[in-house]
């Protein structure tokens, strides 16, 4: 991509996006992963938003037609069948009417809405107030849901059930919890991901056959939240889940000074206080970040990844942590080509390639440079953004990136990549080498 403008890089992200088009939702990429994903696109959303704010609205529209009667919005929405990925509907064997997973990914959601509102607002679109209110009160009942189904315990803190909800699949953060669930499975394991890229770098089979465990013993649970909750053998209070709820609970509260009644209000400043709670007592000076929580055990999940960063999102720092956390981004920057990486080159569990196991994400350099702006380090915010799109400039619209080299892994004409670029350019701002004014 290196002789295009920045005009034709603009539009060679939006034909991906038209390309990853299965009427009116967006595949992440063809083959690998053939439906609709819950956060993929909420950020397509986002990305659609700077053109096509009609288009932005479907795509939320379209996933919250998978969104269940109890609140929960599924990780994956089958809107139509495709053989090229395991596990299928038939695997999951959920009741909604359209098929869907039985389990939800990062609520990034209520961030999306109120981004595509105030784009649709100055397009003058007609009936955003309308489309903003019916997904407004879609994204209100997906939150309690995350309150009631995953906080029984009111600790201000969410949970997953499954590394897959986390959106970070294999990180090394599950890796204590996950070797506690046993790799028997009912289910038969046909993994079609290794048939589109590399084994080398994606989970192992064993931790395949785990996720499917926990897939087995939650269908055996009729995909009942308590149920599942006294069943789970694998259950984190995750500070990045936990985070992007409550940074999305703070644009709920936003949008609910128009679309929503009184206590409505109430009840979101509520759910924003409650998290934000929890999440501050997750702080661990010692070692510069927050750290989750591993319910069965008790124990704090000490693995260094990107999640432990999120929560600035959603929180406002105090001088002394803010200087923490911006001298250990920078740390986990050093020698690197790019970042931030998903897990810092000093910890055993870094694998450059591998995944969440390492290698950088533009969704994930997106909210933490948020993250880093909304708590004034708007410095390192910029540079985070500038190399998100220099790599992406370098290596094409990639699922990942390896830190160490640069590379572009995984899938390609990735939707959210795509999106990020379109996005990060814009942040990013006119200071990089050879940007132009957004
Ligand atoms: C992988 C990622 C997840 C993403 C999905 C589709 O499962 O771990 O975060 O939503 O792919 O892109």
């Not at 053109?51 to 599924?74: K, T």
């Not at 309150?147 to 599950?174: F, K, M, Q, T, Y």
């Not at 001088?319 to 810092?344: F, S």
């Amino acid at each position: 991509m290196n002789d295009m403008t920045r005009f034709d890089r603009d539009e060679a992200a939006r034909a991906i996006l038209a390309r990853n088009d299965r009427g009116g939702y967006t595949v992440p990429t063809d083959r690998l992963y053939p439906f609709q994903w819950n956060w993929d696109s909420a950020f397509v959303a986002i990305g659609f938003a700077l053109f096509d704010a009609d288009r932005a609205y479907r795509e939320l529209e379209r996933l919250v037609e998978g969104q269940w009667d109890d609140g929960m919005i599924p990780h994956i929405v089958f809107h139509a069948p495709s053989d090229t990925y395991f596990p299928g509907p038939e695997v999951w064997g959920t009741r909604h009417r359209i098929p869907t997973s039985g389990i939800t990914q990062p609520p990034v959601f209520g961030m999306a809405l109120r981004q595509v509102h105030e784009a649709a607002v100055k397009a003058g679109l007609p009936q955003a107030q309308e489309r903003t209110s019916a997904l407004f009160q879609a994204a209100l009942r997906s939150h309690r849901w995350w309150l009631r189904a995953r906080d029984p315990d009111s600790l201000g803190l969410v949970a997953i059930l499954h590394p897959w909800e986390s959106g970070s699949d294999n990180s090394p953060a599950w890796d204590v919890a996950l070797a506690r669930v046993p790799t028997t499975t009912t289910t038969t394991i046909r993994r079609k991901d290794t048939g589109h890229v590399d084994a080398a770098m994606r989970p192992r089979d064993e931790d395949y056959q785990r996720f499917i465990h926990l897939v087995d013993t939650y269908r055996d649970c009729g995909w009942d939240p308590q149920r599942q909750w006294a069943a789970a053998p694998f259950k984190i209070a995750d500070v990045q889940m936990t985070a992007i709820l409550a940074r999305a609970t703070a644009d709920l509260m936003h949008l609910a000074e128009t679309f929503g009644s009184a206590e409505e209000r109430t009840e979101l400043s509520d759910i924003h206080r409650r998290l934000l709670d929890g999440l501050a007592r997750r702080w661990r000076p010692e070692l510069s970040r927050f750290v989750s929580l591993d319910l069965i055990s008790g124990e704090d999940v000490d693995a260094p990844t990107q999640a432990c960063f999120m929560p600035l999102v959603a929180l406002r720092l105090d001088d002394v942590q803010r200087k923490a956390v911006t001298a250990e981004i920078e740390r986990w920057h050093q020698g690197l080509i790019v970042g931030l990486p998903t897990t810092p080159s000093f910890s055993p569990a870094f694998e450059p390639k591998r995944y969440w196991r390492g290698p950088v994400w533009a969704v994930v350099n997106w909210l933490i440079a948020d993250g880093l702006r909304l708590n004034g380090a708007e410095d390192l915010a910029r540079r985070i953004e500038q190399g998100t799109v220099g790599a992406i400039e370098r290596a094409g619209f990639c699922e990942y990136f390896d830190p160490t080299t640069g590379e572009g892994l995984g899938g390609d004409a990735f939707s959210w990549t795509a999106a990020a670029y379109m996005v990060l350019r814009r942040r990013a701002g006119s200071s990089g080498a050879g940007a132009e004014a957004p």
